[in-house]
Protein backbone atom coordinates (compact mmCIF):
# COMPACT_ATOMS: atom_id res chain seq x y z
CA UNK A 1 0.00 0.00 0.00
CA UNK A 2 1.13 3.39 -0.69
CA UNK A 3 0.09 7.01 -0.61
CA UNK A 4 2.18 9.55 -2.16
CA UNK A 5 1.08 13.38 -1.70
CA UNK A 6 2.08 16.72 -3.87
CA UNK A 7 1.19 20.07 -4.14
CA UNK A 8 2.56 21.79 -1.13
CA UNK A 9 4.59 24.37 -1.22
CA UNK A 10 5.08 28.30 -0.02
CA UNK A 11 2.00 30.63 -0.63
CA UNK A 12 0.63 33.76 0.67
CA UNK A 13 -2.14 35.06 2.95
CA UNK A 14 -5.56 34.15 0.88
CA UNK A 15 -3.66 31.88 -1.52
CA UNK A 16 -4.38 28.94 -2.56
CA UNK A 17 -2.89 25.05 -3.43
CA UNK A 18 -4.14 21.81 -4.86
CA UNK A 19 -3.08 19.11 -2.93
CA UNK A 20 -2.79 15.47 -4.83
CA UNK A 21 -2.26 11.93 -3.13
CA UNK A 22 -1.84 8.94 -5.17
CA UNK A 23 -2.47 5.66 -4.29
CA UNK A 24 -1.27 2.25 -5.00
CA UNK A 25 -1.33 -1.49 -3.69
CA UNK A 26 -5.08 -1.41 -3.17
CA UNK A 27 -8.56 -0.62 -4.68
CA UNK A 28 -8.94 2.59 -4.44
CA UNK A 29 -12.46 3.00 -5.96
CA UNK A 30 -13.41 0.60 -3.32
CA UNK A 31 -11.64 2.96 -0.62
CA UNK A 32 -13.51 5.96 1.53
CA UNK A 33 -10.97 8.47 2.19
CA UNK A 34 -9.52 11.26 4.57
CA UNK A 35 -6.98 14.52 4.57
CA UNK A 36 -5.48 15.08 7.81
CA UNK A 37 -2.54 17.60 8.43
CA UNK A 38 -0.45 18.24 11.62
CA UNK A 39 0.76 21.70 12.71
CA UNK A 40 4.35 22.71 14.35
CA UNK A 41 4.08 21.38 17.92
CA UNK A 42 0.75 20.04 17.44
CA UNK A 43 -1.33 16.53 17.31
CA UNK A 44 -2.58 15.14 13.91
CA UNK A 45 -5.79 16.66 12.79
CA UNK A 46 -8.61 15.45 10.94
CA UNK A 47 -9.49 17.77 7.51
CA UNK A 48 -11.81 16.44 5.59
CA UNK A 49 -13.16 12.69 4.41
CA UNK A 50 -15.06 11.33 1.29
CA UNK A 51 -16.52 8.56 0.68
CA UNK A 52 -15.60 6.04 -2.29
CA UNK A 53 -18.18 7.18 -4.84
CA UNK A 54 -17.42 10.75 -3.62
CA UNK A 55 -20.36 11.68 -2.61
CA UNK A 56 -21.30 13.63 0.95
CA UNK A 57 -17.64 14.82 2.08
CA UNK A 58 -17.79 16.38 5.25
CA UNK A 59 -15.19 18.70 6.72
CA UNK A 60 -13.68 19.92 10.09
CA UNK A 61 -14.86 23.33 10.85
CA UNK A 62 -11.78 24.90 10.80
CA UNK A 63 -11.66 24.44 6.69
CA UNK A 64 -15.19 24.10 6.07
CA UNK A 65 -16.13 26.95 3.40
CA UNK A 66 -12.39 26.89 2.33
CA UNK A 67 -11.42 23.44 1.38
CA UNK A 68 -13.07 21.01 -0.84
CA UNK A 69 -12.21 17.21 -0.95
CA UNK A 70 -12.38 15.23 -4.28
CA UNK A 71 -11.76 12.00 -6.03
CA UNK A 72 -10.92 10.67 -9.57
CA UNK A 73 -11.20 6.79 -8.84
CA UNK A 74 -10.07 6.39 -12.49
CA UNK A 75 -6.71 8.21 -11.85
CA UNK A 76 -6.10 6.64 -8.64
CA UNK A 77 -6.32 9.81 -6.94
CA UNK A 78 -7.72 12.29 -3.83
CA UNK A 79 -7.59 15.83 -4.11
CA UNK A 80 -7.91 18.48 -1.52
CA UNK A 81 -8.09 21.80 -2.86
CA UNK A 82 -7.17 24.94 -0.24
CA UNK A 83 -8.43 28.39 -0.72
CA UNK A 84 -8.23 31.75 1.28
CA UNK A 85 -4.95 30.27 2.94
CA UNK A 86 -3.99 31.64 6.49
CA UNK A 87 -0.84 30.97 8.54
CA UNK A 88 -2.88 28.74 11.10
CA UNK A 89 -2.69 26.17 7.85
CA UNK A 90 1.22 25.86 7.23
CA UNK A 91 1.06 22.34 8.29
CA UNK A 92 2.31 19.31 6.81
CA UNK A 93 -0.90 17.41 5.01
CA UNK A 94 -1.52 13.50 4.86
CA UNK A 95 -3.96 11.70 2.85
CA UNK A 96 -4.98 8.69 4.72
CA UNK A 97 -7.46 5.54 3.91
CA UNK A 98 -10.32 5.46 5.47
CA UNK A 99 -14.07 7.68 6.86
CA UNK A 100 -13.02 7.60 10.36
CA UNK A 101 -11.85 11.12 12.13
CA UNK A 102 -8.93 9.37 13.94
CA UNK A 103 -5.68 10.48 12.81
CA UNK A 104 -4.27 6.33 13.47
CA UNK A 105 -4.45 4.08 10.27
CA UNK A 106 -2.52 4.30 7.15
CA UNK A 107 -1.31 7.67 5.32
CA UNK A 108 1.29 8.83 3.15
CA UNK A 109 4.35 10.91 3.80
CA UNK A 110 2.38 14.07 3.65
CA UNK A 111 3.56 17.17 1.82
CA UNK A 112 4.23 20.24 3.60
CA UNK A 113 2.16 23.79 3.19
CA UNK A 114 3.68 26.72 4.34
CA UNK A 115 1.70 29.91 4.25
CA UNK A 116 3.70 33.23 5.06
CA UNK A 117 3.85 36.71 3.65
Excluded at 15 to 35: E, I, K, N, P, Q
Excluded at 80 to 87: G, M, R, T
Amino acid sequence: VQLMESGGGLVQPGGSLRLSCVVSGFTFRDADMRWLRQAPGKGLEWLASIVRDGSGPVYADSVKGRFTISRDNAENTLYLQLNDLSSGDTARYYCAIGYTRSPEGVRGQGTQVTVTS
